[in-house]
């Protein structure tokens, strides 16, 4: 098992560039998340999902896109990027048990570290 | 609005001296709790978590966390702390019945050998 992968880890993009950062999950997780962190303010939640085809959008969603097509797979799209969305992205999932939907852990991908100049 | 707080922004000990970072909640209903920790470079990992039970609960690496209904509190605790126990520790909470978990702004621990 390779867990939550994502892809890049490291990026430099310029201001209105776009790009899409990429979490794939090989734990047949219902639920997957996106979180940005900035310094001493935590993780903040971007966008979620709760299966293929169903996304929601969490704290913080402007700027950012999603797409859930597949079970694995959750990227996260940045369409014109803004010195703003400078941060390290997270990519996290759980399984999501309908007994004890909180209880279960969240498995967390190594992150993104995306500059925008 | 449902919360997580974390007091404490820094802290620096020596090596073998007890630690305990404090975690407060706001939350209806039934709460889940969880302490994460992210050491240097790498992605955060889970510590421990509370769902229902012993309010004693024991994580890895010799770390606990006492849930105190009544404080609303999750602190997290270790009797002697080590030089790799350097890392930042997230606070998490989740209300059972909801997908979304709120995380405290975490807490630096700087550990001195």
């Known amino acids: ?30 639920y997957m998340y996106w979180y940005r962190q900035d310094p001493g303010m935590g993780l903040k939640l971007i966008y979620y999902s709760v299966g293929a085809g169903i996304t929601d959008k969490g704290e913080v969603p402007n700027g950012y896109n999603v797409s859930r097509s597949t079970t694995e ?13 400078t941060s390290v992205y997270f990519c996290a999932s759980r399984l999501g048990t309908p007994q004890r939907q909180g209880a279960d852990t969240q498995y967390f991908g190594p992150g993104t570290r995306l500059t925008v100049l | 609005a449902q919360s997580v707080s974390q007091h404490n922004h820094h802290v620096i000990l020596s090596e073998a001296a007890s630690l305990e970072l404090g975690c407060n909640y706001s939350y209806g209903g039934t709460v889940n709790l969880f302490w994460y920790v992210q050491y240097p470079g790498q992605h955060l990992q889970l510590l421990l978590k509370y769902f229902s039970g012993d ?8 770390f606990e966390a006492e849930f105190i209904k009544s404080k609303f509190s999750f602190n997290l605790r270790k009797p002697s702390v080590q030089w790799s126990d ?28």
């Open chain 2, 55 to 62: 309010p004693l609960v024991k994580g890895i690496k010799g």
């Open chain 1, 1 to 30: 098992n390779a867990g939550v992968t994502q892809t890049p880890k490291f990026r430099i993009l310029k201001i209105g560039q776009s790009m899409t950062l990429q979490c794939t999950q090989d734990m047949n997780h219902n």
């Open chain 2, 86 to 113: 350097t890392a930042e520790y997230f606070c998490a909470g989740h209300t059972s019945g909801t997908y979304k978990y709120i995380f405290g702004t975490g807490t630096r621990l700087k550990v001195l050998a």
């Open chain 1, 73 to 85: 797979d959750f990227p996260l799209r940045l369409e014109l990027a803004a010195p703003s969305q």
